[in-house]
């Protein structure tokens, strides 16, 4: 039976993988840096482990606890909204402790067994703001654009041990909170910078202007992640969601 190890599984797209996979008679292991098994179907095939993508212990016990791996999904994640001169060195260092080093990290905890075993797929979920970059989305654009140079060079790297790497870029997704989460942080950190407070609303106001057919699912991640864990034919950077599609395109 495949097992797939997916990171931030607690809720929006890893969540969604989860419950995919578990439907399509896959193995899962989800790691939440809470864990909570009530947020899955009680199945023999579902095990819940803590995982904090930016603890190395935590990371050494959750890949010890889960066994074979197959599938890793990098999908643990924080974002961030702000101009450059709003966002401070702390926001900027956490950004990449989770969004880039966390995955680095990860994927150097499996990777001694998939090469031993000749076999293996990694998936790391980046975004499609490093396709087309958008105001106030710097810092958190920059974390995920070095997750893309990350992968494509390790795509190179383990391509004689016949481990697959791939990139899933979804697009905006509302659904998943991401903006409210991201205002709020800015709020307890001193809020947006006066200065560009019209360059906030005209973002705000592009964003409501969103019809729900031109934005992300989580579905739609999900099925691109699973079409980079089961079809060998996928290109290197799989989008997911309309709006990510047409960016790419």
Do not use: C, H
């Amino acid at each position: 039976m495949n097992s797939i190890l997916i990171t931030g599984a607690s809720a929006g797209f890893g969540l969604a993988t989860a419950k995919l996979f578990l439907d399509r008679g896959w193995r899962v292991i989800a790691g939440m840096r809470t864990p909570r098994a009530d947020l899955l179907a009680p199945s023999d095939r579902l095990q819940v482990v803590a995982l904090d993508v930016t603890d190395p212990g935590s990371i050494k016990a959750a890949v010890e606890q889960a066994g074979p791996i197959d599938v890793l999904v990098n999908n643990a994640g924080i974002g961030w909204m702000n101009a450059v001169e709003g966002t401070g060195g702390d926001t900027l260092r956490a950004l990449f402790e989770t969004n880039t080093f966390g995955p680095a990290a990860m994927m150097q905890a499996v990777l001694p067994q998939m090469r031993d075993r000749r076999s293996g797929v990694i998936v790391n979920v980046s975004s499609s703001v490093t396709l087309k970059p958008l105001p106030l989305l710097s810092a958190y654009t920059a974390s995920k654009a070095a997750l893309n140079a990350l992968t494509e060079v390790s795509a190179l790297e383990l391509a004689p041990f016949d481990i697959r790497v791939r990139i899933v870029l979804p697009g905006r997704a509302p659904a998943t909170g991401f903006g409210d989460t991201a205002r709020t942080k800015v709020q307890e950190q001193g809020g947006f910078p006066e200065a560009y407070l019209p360059v906030v609303k005209a973002v705000m106001d592009a964003w409501a202007s969103e019809s729900e057919a031109e934005v992300t699912k989580a579905g739609d991640v999900a099925e691109a992640i699973w079409l980079a864990a089961t079809d060998p034919t996928t290109p290197l950077r799989i989008p997911a969601g309309a709006d990510a599609v047409a960016l790419a395109g």
